[in-house]
C-alpha cells in the first residue's frame, strides 16, 4: 500500500477523481476532468479516499486506507456472524480464506470502488444468514455424525434485523443498482428452496426498505440536479447497455472490456485462487476417496448451504453471457464461496489429519507472491505504467517552477502525482511553444521521440525515461522574431494550458 506506485488506469483514475474531490469539497459530484462529470460509479468510495487523504495527505497509502478498512470490516462481519451460526472455528477459517483469495487480497489494497461493493453484499448476506438460521440445534445425522440445524428466531438483534438493509444501501451507493440484484438474488433462491428453514418474514422488509432509501437516494436526487443526465447515463447505460451490448460504445470514461462470453469463469479462477483450484481438485479427489465424498455430503447436508452456494455461483452466472466484464466483479461472490471452503474444510479436518498444515500452506500462497511482487517493484517501480518517477524526477529538478506537458492525453497517475498541474500540449502547438515559450518539461511517447525532434529541428536529451514516455528539457529557441507571433495566438496557447501567457510568472501557472 506504501511503496506500489499507482499503475495505470484504474487505481490512478479513481485517486485522482477522489484528490480533487478532496480539493474543491465538492461532495456531491466526482470529477472525471475539468468540466467532465463521472458519472460510471456513485460516490461512497470516492468520499472515503477523499476523507483519507484530507487526514493523510495525498499519498498512495492514504487513498489505499479506506479499502483495507473495507477487509477488516467484511472479515468482522463474516466472523460475528458465522461464531453465532457454525461456532468460532468456522469463522475463523471463513476470514482467513476470504482473506487470502487472490482478488480480495489485492483490491484490499488498492483504490477502486469493488472492495465498498463487497462490504455492502457481505454484511446483507450474513445478516439474512443470521436472521434465517440464528439458533443453533446438535442432532444425529445419518452416519452418527453430529450435524447442525437452524430455526429462524425473531429476536436476532436489531443489528443484524436491518444490517441487511444497511448493505443494501452501502453497495446502493458504492455501486449501484446492481448490489441490488446481486444482494437479492441469494435471499431469493433460499426462499424458493427452503419456505419452511427460512422466510422473507424473518426481516423487517417495510421499514428496512426505507431505511435503505433514506440512507442512499438523497444522493442519487442531488446529483441529478446538480448534473442533469446523470441518471439516464448510470441507470440505462451503465447498468443495461454495459452489459447487453458486446460493442457498447456509450462508455464516457474509457472503452469497453469486451471478451468472449463465458471468461467470467477463468476469472473466477484467477480470483479464487488458490482455494477455487484447491476446490475443484479436492472434489476430483472425491472420485476415488470415501473420507472426501463424506466430507462433501456432510457440507452439503448443511442446512444453509444452498444459500451460500446461490451467494457463491450467482455473480460468475449473471456474468456468464456479458462480455464487458472485469474480474472484479467476482468480488461480491467471494464470501458466499468462502463459507463453503471453510464448512468443507473443517469436515476435511475431521477426516484428515494433515488438512490443517495445507490449510495453512494455502493461505500463505497469495501473501507471499503479493509480497514477492511489491519487493520487485520497490527496486523497478516502472515495472509497468506509472508516472510516478517522471513527475517526481521533473519537480525535483532545480528549477521545480518550470511546468511539465505530455505531448498527448496525461494519464491519470501524472495527474495524481503532480496534483492536477500537468498539461497536454498538442502537436501542432509544440514548434511555436518550442520557439517563443519559457522553457517547459516535455514528456514524449518513445515510439515519438524521432519525429518531435525532427519537428523541432533539435537534438534533445532525455533527462529520464519510464516504461512509455522520455523526459527532455524544452528551452525557447529565439526564432521567434523570423515569424512574429502574435499575442493573442500566444494567449490563446496560454488558456490550453499549453504555455504561460506573455509576462506572466511562470511558478504561478505552474
Not at 245 to 265: C, N, V
Not at 446 to 459: C, F, T
Amino acid at each position: 500500500m506504501t511503496i506500489v506506485p499507482f499503475y495505470d488506469t484504474s487505481e490512478p483514475r479513481y485517486a485522482e477523481i477522489a484528490r480533487v474531490m478532496a480539493q474543491s469539497d465538492d461532495w456531491i459530484t466526482p470529477w472525471f476532468s475539468p468540466g467532465v462529470p463521472f458519472w460510471g460509479k456513485p460516490p461512497l468510495s470516492f468520499w472515503s479516499q477523499a476523507l483519507s487523504m484530507s487526514l493523510f495527505g495525498f499519498t498512495e497509502f492514504a487513498a489505499r486506507l479506506p479499502a483495507w478498512i473495507c477487509l477488516l470490516l467484511s472479515n468482522a462481519i463474516l466472523i460475528a456472524g458465522l461464531v453465532r451460526l457454525k461456532g468460532p472455528r468456522i469463522a475463523v477459517l471463513t476470514a482467513i480464506v476470504y482473506s487470502t483469495c487472490t482478488l480480495v487480497y489485492i483490491s484490499s489494497g488498492a483504490v477502486l470502488t469493488d472492495a465498498f461493493l463487497a462490504l455492502g453484499t457481505t454484511l446483507s448476506l450474513v445478516s439474512f444468514a443470521v436472521m434465517a438460521g440464528s439458533a443453533r440445534f446438535p442432532s444425529k445425522a445419518s452416519g452418527g455424525e453430529t450435524a447442525f440445524l437452524y430455526k429462524p428466531r425473531t429476536g436476532s438483534g436489531l443489528w443484524w434485523r436491518y444490517g441487511f438493509f444497511i448493505g443494501l444501501a452501502i453497495g446502493l451507493l458504492a455501486k449501484g443498482p446492481l448490489a441490488a440484484v446481486l444482494i437479492l438474488a441469494p435471499v431469493m433462491a433460499w426462499h424458493v428452496l427452503n419456505r419452511k428453514a427460512g422466510s422473507l418474514s424473518t426481516l423487517p422488509w417495510g421499514r428496512g426498505l426505507a431505511l435503505a432509501a433514506a440512507l442512499s437516494l438523497p444522493w442519487y436526487i442531488l446529483a441529478e440536479i446538480k448534473t442533469p443526465g446523470f441518471l439516464d447515463y448510470f441507470i440505462i447505460g451503465e447498468h443495461l447497455r454495459r452489459f447487453l451490448d458486446p460493442g457498447w460504445a456509450g462508455d464516457l470514461y474509457g472503452s469497453a472490456h469486451q471478451r468472449a462470453y463465458g471468461t467470467i469463469w477463468l476469472y473466477w479462477l484467477m480470483a479464487t485462487f488458490p482455494w477455487g483450484l484447491i476446490a475443484l481438485a479436492t472434489a476430483a479427489g472425491a472420485l476415488r476417496s470415501a473420507r472426501i465424498r463424506c466430507a462433501l455430503a456432510s457440507t452439503a447436508r448443511d442446512p444453509l448451504f444452498a444459500y451460500w452456494l446461490a451467494a457463491a455461483l450467482f455473480t460468475p452466472l449473471f456474468f456468464t453471457f456479458s462480455a464487458n466484464i472485469l474480474w472484479t466483479y467476482l468480488l461480491p461472490s467471494l464470501a458466499g464461496f468462502s463459507v463453503l471452503v471453510a464448512i468443507f474444510a473443517s469436515r476435511m479436518e475431521r477426516q484428515f489429519n494433515r488438512a490443517g498444515q495445507v490449510l495453512a500452506t494455502a493461505s500463505a500462497i497469495v501473501p507471499l507472491c503479493v509480497l514477492a511482487f511489491s519487493a520487485i517493484v520497490w527496486v523497478s517501480p516502472d515495472l509497468r505504467n506509472t508516472e510516478r518517477g517522471l513527475v517526481q524526477h521533473a519537480m525535483l529538478q532545480s528549477e521545480p517552477s518550470i511546468p511539465l506537458l505530455y505531448l498527448s492525453n496525461p494519464p491519470f497517475s501524472a495527474r495524481f502525482y503532480s496534483a492536477g498541474k500537468v498539461r497536454e500540449i498538442a502537436p501542432n502547438s509544440l514548434k511555436i511553444a518550442a520557439e517563443c515559450s519559457p522553457p517547459f518539461y516535455l514528456a514524449i511517447p518513445k515510439d515519438q521521440q524521432r519525429r518531435v525532434a525532427e519537428l523541432l529541428g533539435r537534438r534533445l536529451d532525455t533527462i529520464y525515461s519510464n516504461k512509455r514516455y522520455v523526459l527532455v528539457k524544452i528551452t525557447s529557441s529565439g526564432d521567434c522574431g523570423e515569424r512574429p507571433l502574435k499575442k493573442a495566438q500566444i494567449n490563446r496557447l496560454a488558456l490550453d494550458g499549453h504555455l504561460p501567457p506573455p509576462d506572466s510568472d511562470t511558478a504561478a501557472v505552474h
